[in-house]
């Protein structure tokens, strides 16, 4: 870690003038004084306000006048809470840290909007170098995504011109630097309004990994192109836009096509279209 030598030599010289001033209690003399010897007396050019009994911490600089020395930063009482920690901010402004990412927010929009995911590092000296990942993948700049940076790189963006279904998911960002890394993950939900499969299975295909599970009870997901929806083609029994809704009762045909015979006296009634609003026969 990076501790300047003039630091170090203020910190000694502090001890050296605390003990002086408050003329209680002993300081252990440390190895740099900086020319300074326990109980001299020595004269501060500008200080903040003290008070009487209190026991400070001063970071002094040297002046072209012996002992006579002028502040680097505010003195530090003693008796104040995380004295150890603010000693360490003063002292290591330039120490190197692994990075630390903030909590991720997950994202949610409809299927044609701009949208963004956003990567922020708390801590990292040096500042990290970013990469952001979709199932297992590095992603890449693209037409369709760019990757940002911002404030001096302490964060990264992840930018969807137009959102898609198929964006959906989770996204992973790294964050690395010499001493280490650091991940977090956030979701980007995309919502689209679910079609029939009737006018479109020429154009639709079999969702990916990522958005198979918008069908639930066994539904199968499709992904409609030129359109960019996604639609559900249900198993016998139920119906709706994601097959959560159960069909009344009536009697099936197994047909991989979602036949369905009404099996009432003289009368039969079957289609073949998929869809995800079906026919329904009252029995009275």
Request: aromatic share 8%; with cysteine; glycine share 8%.
């Amino acid at each position: 870690m990076a501790w300047p030598d003039a630091a170090g030599l203020l910190l000694s010289a502090a001890a050296a003038a605390a003990t002086a001033t408050t003329g209680e209690g002993s300081v252990q003399q440390p190895q740099r004084h900086g020319g300074l010897q326990r109980e001299q007396v020595i004269s501060v050019g500008s200080c903040a306000p003290l008070e009487r009994n209190q026991r400070y911490i001063f970071f002094l600089e040297p002046t072209e006048q012996p002992l006579v020395f002028k502040t680097a930063f505010a003195p530090l009482d003693t008796n104040g809470k995380n004295l150890k920690k603010e000693v360490g901010k003063i002292l290591c402004t330039d120490c190197a840290t692994r990075p630390k990412l903030k909590k991720m927010k997950s994202q949610t929009g409809q299927v044609g909007e701009k949208q963004s995911l956003k990567c922020e590092a708390a801590a990292g000296n040096p500042q990290p170098s970013y990469r952001w990942f979709k199932d297992g993948k590095e992603l890449n700049r693209s037409r369709d995504i760019r990757i940002k940076y911002g404030n001096g790189r302490k964060n990264s963006r992840l930018q969807f011109n137009k959102v898609k279904v198929e964006d959906a998911g989770e996204y992973v960002c790294e964050a690395e630097n010499i001493l280490g890394k650091d991940t977090v993950r956030g979701r980007l939900h995309v919502n689209s309004v679910s079609t029939t499969l009737s006018s479109w299975s020429g154009h639709a295909r079999k969702c990916n990994e990522t958005a198979k599970s918008y069908c639930v009870n066994g539904g199968v997901c499709y992904y409609i192109e030129g359109i960019n929806q996604l639609s559900c083609k249900c198993p016998n029994g139920f119906f709706g836009q994601r097959c959560l809704e159960k069909l009344p009762l009536r009697l099936y045909m197994p047909d991989p096509k979602q036949s369905v015979l009404w099996d009432t006296p003289g009368t039969g009634v079957s289609s073949s279209q998929w869809s995800t609003s079906p026919s329904t026969l009252d029995l009275n």
